[in-house]
């Protein structure tokens, strides 16, 4: 679109512009001051008038074709009546020479300067298109989308970079731009930046006062004596301001032209860079009187940026804060110094938004696979998924789509652990298996305390008390191999119960199976089905009955002599291995007895505290996993 020229601006601006031209772009005698022979149809020979672009206090602007080159320009026109008034027309004149001398991209070429029918003086321009930043931004902060989506902020920093260079340029060819503003920068369609309306540009050898002198004779447009002090305009006449309030450095208020320099520049892109930031001016534009007070006094940059919904950059806010100092001499001391911070944030800036862009590519691979995970309990989609968040939160910590998808998944197990789960489980159960061998070393070892006790009784049957010493060292010897095994729970475990449940089989030959072997019996289910799992945690168990159920058994079937007899109501034990002196049978029955009770005891305890480890370590974990997601989520995971 094309920008109408702001009434408010200290000069009017060309707004269209068309191609760059590489041919000699002044005639070498056009005179700054009309002669009567040039009234002719010089204008309408060479430019075919196609209509208004726009129109400004002291000019106008038109889109013409130039047949000469066949290309359409702008053309900037001193508007009718201004014709008579020597300062219009000087000061219109030295805004085309001014401009014409800065030749940088950023800046809109003057192609040709001449003089109209009516003698009205005109230059051309390249005819561009696009959007003033200040049209810009005014969309953005009224909530327009596109617009937003289009120029982000980081497109306008780059910009807003270069129109600082383009200003520096400016400066180092001696010219102050003096009006720097939203509206006098153009972003094309194409990635162009343009600064605009160079009108009331101070060239940095010219006299102090920017009033004109009285009129010289003619001077040809090539003569450099057409820039000295003699064409020199302040943008009004009289006491007028110079410039555009609420941009204007606070030296150019007091109207004293020595002090206006490079830093009013650097003072007005820091407002520009505020403007780009907060979406609102530096200055509030309640009235005249209320934005020179508010330039002459300073505003509290940090209390105006805090009000921003999107947050500002540090680096970007201390930019604007020292750009826009009351006192010029605190300011950068030129655009190169204000430059260089913005190129290093826009270099960081540029990274953050690759792994921005990164990130965004693994949440959506995340929640992709989160999804396959969640509906079909798929480990390897599951295991992808949260893989890909890892990425994501890397690379960006604040992805909120992959913290969320990471939230859900944890808190979300699956219904069947991994298949590494289970293997995992598989050698922690060994491991099990390999402590309690070494602990069944211990056990057997016990076994061995009853075998003086059993033939301090008095033996009846040494083959059995033989037998049962026989079955304690196999035992003890499987224990051993057991806790070196690779998989102990294929054949150490089982024959280390096997053998156990034997030897309390024998060991019921001395009270029979009711007396003393219940309690080990039990011992031994609950040490071995607590190392097992499923269908072997059943047959360990059962198992551990035969101890009893097998001796009971044979010695109903009439295999073994019985071991208790009934007479006149009382029940008798009938040994069959030793004989039951008073002494010794108590010292073996409270033995036993005692060891009934604290071997089952001591083998839940250390289960326990297991469990109990493990449960500490979740929590432990558990707590570190809150770490990761968002504070509002934390109440879920709790």
């Not at 060479?46 to 130039?66: A, I, N, Q, T």
């Not at 009000?307 to 605190?330: H, K």
Request: proline share 6%.
């Amino acid at each position: 679109m094309v920008p109408a020229p702001d009434e408010t601006d200290a000069v009017p601006r060309p707004i269209d512009t068309g191609e760059v031209a590489d041919a000699e772009t002044v005639s070498a005698r056009i005179p700054l001051e009309p002669r009567a022979t040039e009234t002719g149809p010089g204008l309408l020979d060479r430019y075919h008038d196609e209509g208004e672009l726009g129109r400004g206090g002291m000019g106008e602007v038109r889109l013409c074709l130039d047949h000469r080159i066949g290309r359409r320009v702008a053309l900037k026109l001193l508007r009718a009546g201004q014709g008579s008034r020597s300062v219009s027309r000087a000061r219109f004149l030295r805004e085309a020479r001014v401009q014409g001398r800065l030749e940088h991209p950023a800046i809109v070429p003057v192609y040709d300067l001449g003089v109209a029918g009516d003698e009205r003086p005109f230059f051309t321009m390249k005819r561009i298109g696009g959007h003033t930043l200040a049209q810009v931004l005014e969309a953005i902060a009224a909530g327009d989308a596109a617009m937003a989506e289009r120029w982000t902020r980081r497109r306008l920093l780059n910009a807003f970079a270069q129109v600082s260079q383009a200003v520096q340029y400016a400066h180092e060819q001696g010219v102050i731009h003096r009006d720097l503003k939203p509206s006098n920068i153009m972003l094309g369609d194409f990635g162009e930046v343009y600064v605009l309306d160079w009108g009331v540009a101070k060239l940095v050898d010219e006299a102090d006062d920017d009033r004109p002198t009285a009129p010289r004779s003619p001077v040809a447009v090539d003569d450099e004596a057409a820039l000295t002090a003699d064409t020199a305009l302040a943008a009004t006449e009289g006491r007028d301001l110079l410039g555009t309030p609420g941009y204007m450095a606070p030296e150019q208020i007091d109207g004293v032209s020595a002090r206006v320099g490079v830093a009013a520049d650097v003072y007005a892109l820091g407002a520009i860079l505020f403007e780009i930031l907060a979406l609102q001016p530096l200055h509030a534009r309640h009235n005249l009187a209320a934005v020179l007070g508010s330039t002459i006094a300073g505003v509290d940059l940090a209390e105006r940026l805090r009000g921003c919904g999107d947050a500002v950059p540090p680096e970007l806010a201390a930019i604007c804060e020292r750009a826009t100092r009351l006192e010029a001499a605190e300011r950068y001391p030129d655009v190169r110094a204000l430059l260089l911070p913005i190129e290093r944030f826009l270099e960081g800036d540029r990274d953050l938004e690759l792994r921005r862009g990164l990130a965004r590519v693994a949440t959506d691979e995340a929640e992709a696979a989160a999804k396959a995970a969640l509906e079909h309990g798929d480990a390897e989609a599951r295991s992808r998924a949260l893989a890909a968040c890892s990425r994501a939160l890397a690379l960006d910590p604040d992805d909120v789509r992959a913290r969320a998808t990471l939230v859900e998944l944890l808190f979300s197990p699956p219904e069947r652990a991994p298949a590494s789960v289970e293997r995992e489980l598989v050698q922690s159960e060994r491991e099990t298996v390999r402590t309690n061998a070494r602990g069944g070393v211990s056990a057997f070892a016990s076994y061995l305390a009853f075998v003086p006790v059993v033939a301090w009784m008095g033996l009846r049957d040494p083959i059995a008390l033989g037998t049962l010493v026989a079955l304690i060292a196999v035992g003890m010897i499987v224990s051993i191999l057991g806790a070196r095994a690779a998989r102990p729970e294929v054949w150490a475990a089982p024959v280390s119960l096997a053998v156990s449940t034997l030897s309390l089989m024998v060991l019921s030959r001395v009270f029979g199976p009711f007396v003393l072997v219940p309690g080990m019996a039990m011992a031994n289910a609950i040490g071995f089905s607590l190392e097992s799992r499923g269908a072997r945690r059943v047959a360990y168990v059962a198992v551990s009955t035969f101890a009893i159920a097998v001796p009971a058994a044979l010695e109903l079937a009439g295999v073994l002599p019985a071991s208790y007899g009934f007479v006149g109501g009382t029940l008798a034990i009938l040994p069959r291995m030793t004989e039951l002196p008073e002494l010794q049978s108590m010292v073996l029955l409270w033995t036993a007895s005692l060891a009934a009770v604290v071997v089952p005891a001591m083998l839940v305890s250390r289960t326990r505290d297991a469990l109990r480890d493990a449960e500490r370590r979740l929590a432990v974990l558990a707590w570190q996993l809150r770490q990761l997601v968002p504070q509002q989520a934390r109440g879920d995971a709790r």
